[in-house]
């Protein structure tokens, strides 16, 4: 190499982007492949110009929780946004732990957000209030533009609402409902939706109560060609027949129901569409209906078994017929036989799902999931990315096998049920620690035990191999505020935590949220509690608001969605960052701490 | 347990005593120190505090007074008759470190039917934010009020026994979706009529097990 190294400002000039060496529109180009919010954030941090370029051409963004920022700032921070994801209610909303009247509403953001947001059209409310009022707002200032609008678990509209989107929307693509509470004003909307729009390609009102006719359902799949999706709210299948048969495109369903049990010729003439390959809903489908799906079952990927009325045999047999399933959702009556026909047939499976069945042993037939299926499906579905089960009886080696088998496992649920006295093997120290420490590209862990399930020890293995978790749900584990504290000092990733039913302290909690780096959202209930939160005080810091719903007997009367009393009377902690200050409009239960 | 005592100097000297356990691996001499300086002694400010607990060895110490040292997170640990000196601890991971040692000495203290004195966890107040004006007081046990030393007391704060017998009143939730179909199948086999002409199961799978909802001409 001759010549003389060059002077250090003209090398670092020559390497520069700043410095309009390259031109913005290939900046703009080299950004548009970066997708993830991570490298965005990386990359919006080197310079302001970058900053810029970021802010004009990132397309999509998830806010977590609703309350983390304003919508002012997140419109003059991206105002070209195309699609926007907000949370809202915690989790714990979908287990009917969280008042009605929580908050999470859409007003502030459809208001000031839909009409300036000029690019967008997809929008994804989780777990919102959203009115007629919002979607009225919404409608008006982005209805002609609006592909995808996802109201998943929202509550507080009605199906007036569901007909202007109808209506104005025609270029929707997509129309999610899936469980929201909806006021049933009519089914006129799906007949709207059915004559104004024929480009639809996924209709969701799947566990909805929403009552249709199936005359419209039948003229949505003749005008809309495209349709692949359609997960309805319940409809007796032999009503369906004829929608079956013109929907050609359909490949996944959800939403029949099987009313009368035990006549199977009602439902001998159902056909389903050529390319089906998920199934689901199946509402009260037995053994005598099953026949029903035998000729599609080889073809299914996706199948969804939770509201059936199969016994374990009926698994069995139905299974056996299904090896290129991806997807699985049961009850434990599946039981360990038919985890163990699912560990020989369903070689591909990607997901599992194993929901807690009916307690009363009058209703459900009982033996439930245990380590015998579990360990069968790890050793015989070596491809699982995701597992959530509600077990009766669990192993150390149980755990330990998961860990050996199911090397791209990113979502790990486990919860112990209660029924059972004597568990084989408590606690699960080793096991968790194999499990983590095996599945590497583990991000989401849920662990909900009962005292004694795991030590503190335990408890501290899980923070030393929580590796790059982000969320956990964590409930009856440890055994003292020293476990507590022992996991915090490991979880340098996790970002989102949900506590329940936990020994821990107020002042363990507060000092434990202060270990660990990573975490910007925590959820506590059933704890040590004191009256006014006094001690969570400890973990006070800039931008980090501290919630708390004190211990009452008044919160018995508090109201659900569906008029149901509030079943919880735990207090309550809720903590996050956000850059909006405190909260306008908490409810009277729910007391901010910090920001005073 | 042996005499402990813990120091933490802030930007605003503000003084807090804890005892804890020793955790650290390495142990030093009495007087001999890791760091350089003469100045870092233990010191406190105002009233010393100084407790021990009779495990055997009762060992008492009265630390003399004198002005706090200029090093702000400075953790030092007496232990087993040897001390420790870390410079630059921040305040959480001291708060958990004084945590951790609370804990697991109430644990062991519920454990050892023979111990004669327990040490009360005593947490400091907090300041995170060194500017932070606002500390929120801790309830104090009684025995941190003398400077004598107190013996036979066995006062716990964690019994983790009976912590423990919190966590099972919480019942496991039902999710929303799973609690409405359960329902959905409970008015349905109380509405049907017990004499419609659905097959009976092929027998029990095992003793105890229910077939399901399906509708035997019983």
């Known amino acids: 190499m001759g010549g003389e190294v060059p002077e250090p400002r003209r090398l670092s000039r020559a390497l520069s982007f700043g410095c309009g060496a390259v031109p913005e529109e290939a900046l703009h180009l080299v950004f548009c492949y970066v997708d993830d919010p991570r490298d965005r954030e990386a990359a919006s941090l080197v310079c302001r110009r970058w900053h810029r370029i970021d802010a004009l051409s990132r397309k999509h963004v998830t806010v977590g929780f609703c309350y983390a920022v304003e919508p002012a700032r997140l419109l ?47 929008l994804h409310l989780r777990r919102m209030t959203v009115t007629d009022q919002d979607i009225a707002m919404l409608v008006r200032a982005r209805g002609h533009m609006l592909q995808v609008l996802k109201l998943d678990k929202c509550s507080g509209f009605s199906t007036d609402a569901l007909r202007l989107v109808a209506r104005s929307c025609r270029s929707l693509r997509t129309l999610f409902l899936e469980e929201c509470t909806i006021a049933d004003e009519g089914s006129e909307w799906l007949h709207e939706l059915a004559v104004n729009n024929s480009v639809l390609v996924s209709l969701n009102f799947y566990m909805t109560e929403l009552k249709v006719e199936p005359a419209d359902l039948e003229l949505l799949a003749k005008n ?373 | 347990m042996d005499l402990l005592e813990r120091n933490i100097k802030k930007g605003d000297t503000e003084e807090e005593k804890a005892r804890k356990e020793e955790e650290r691996k390495e142990v030093d001499e009495v007087g001999e120190r890791k760091t350089k300086t003469q100045d870092q002694e233990p010191q406190q400010q105002g009233q010393g505090l100084s407790l021990s607990l009779a495990n055997g060895s009762a060992r008492s110490g009265m630390l003399p007074m004198s002005n706090p040292s200029a090093n702000p997170a400075q953790l030092t640990i007496f232990y087993g008759g040897s001390v420790c000196v870390y410079d630059s601890v921040p305040p959480e991971k001291a708060q958990a470190i004084m945590l951790i040692a609370a804990a697991a000495a109430a644990a062991a203290a519920t454990k050892s039917s023979a111990a004669t004195a327990v040490k009360p966890p005593m947490m400091p107040t907090a300041t995170v934010a060194p500017a932070a004006v606002v500390s929120p007081v801790l309830t104090r046990s009684p025995s941190l009020q003398s400077t004598s030393v107190a013996t036979g007391q066995p006062q716990v704060v964690a019994d983790p026994s009976s912590i423990c017998k919190l966590q099972a009143d919480l019942p496991i939730a039902r999710r929303h979706s799973l609690q409405r179909f359960l329902e959905k199948r409970r008015d349905r086999i109380v509405s049907k009529t017990p004499y419609s002409p659905a097959k009976s199961s092929d027998g029990m799978e095992s003793p105890g097990m229910e077939v399901t909802a399906e509708l035997k001409a019983q």
């Open chain 1, 224 to 596: 809309c060609k495209s349709l692949i999706s359609l997960k309805m709210s319940e409809c007796d299948l032999s009503d369906l027949i004829g929608f079956l048969q013109t929907s050609k495109a359909l490949q996944e369903f959800a939403g029949g129901a099987f009313f009368e049990v035990g006549e199977y010729t009602n439902y001998e003439k159902v056909k389903f569409p050529p390319r089906l390959c998920f199934l689901g809903g199946l509402t009260f489908m037995g053994k005598n209906e099953m026949p029903v799906i035998f000729p599609y079952s080889a073809m299914l990927k996706k199948l969804d078994l939770q509201y059936t009325f199969l016994t374990t045999e009926d698994h069995c047999q139905l299974i056996a017929k299904c090896p290129n399933l991806l997807v699985l959702e049961v009850r434990n009556v599946i039981g360990d036989r038919g985890l163990e026909v699912v560990g020989d047939t369903c070689k591909k499976l990607r997901r599992l799902r194993i929901e807690r069945g009916d307690d009363d042993p009058g209703q459900e037939e009982q033996g439930g999931v245990s380590q015998i299926g579990l360990t069968a499906v790890a050793v015989g579905c070596r491809e699982l990315e995701y597992i959530a089960a509600y077990v009766s009886d669990i192993t150390n080696g149980a755990l330990e096998s998961i860990g050996t088998f199911c090397k791209n496992l990113y979502d790990f649920r486990l919860v112990l049920l209660d029924k059972q006295k004597k568990i084989t093997d408590l606690p699960l120290d080793n096991g968790v620690r194999a499990l983590l420490r095996n599945c590497t590209k583990l991000r989401r862990f849920a662990f909900y035990l009962r005292p004694g399930g795991l030590s503190d020890v335990g408890l501290g293995y899980i923070g030393l191999h929580s590796g790059n978790i982000q969320y956990m749900l964590l409930g009856n584990v440890g055994e003292s505020d020293s476990g507590l504290i022992q996991f915090a000092m490991g979880c340098t990733k996790l970002r989102k935590l949900e506590l329940r039913s936990c020994c821990f302290s107020e002042r363990a909690l507060a000092v434990a949220v202060l270990q660990m780096p990573s975490l910007r959202y925590i959820w506590v209930q059933g704890y040590r509690a004191s009256q006014t939160g006094q001690d969570l005080m400890l973990m006070a810091r800039p931008y980090w608001n501290i919630e708390f719903a004190p211990p009452c007997p008044e919160s018995a009367y508090r109201v659900m969605a569906d008029g149901q009393p509030c079943v919880d009377t735990y207090a309550q902690v809720l903590a996050y960052y956000s850059l909006a200050g405190r909260r306008p409009d908490c409810p009277q239960w729910l007391v901010t701490l910090h920001p005073a």
């Open chain 1, 76 to 122: 003059a921070r991206f105002p070209r946004l195309e699609s926007l994801a907000l949370k809202g209610r915690p989790r714990a909303a979908m287990y009917g732990l969280i008042p009605e009247d929580f908050g999470a509403y859409a007003a502030p953001w459809v208001a000031q957000l839909a009409a300036p947001l000029d690019c967008l059209k997809a």
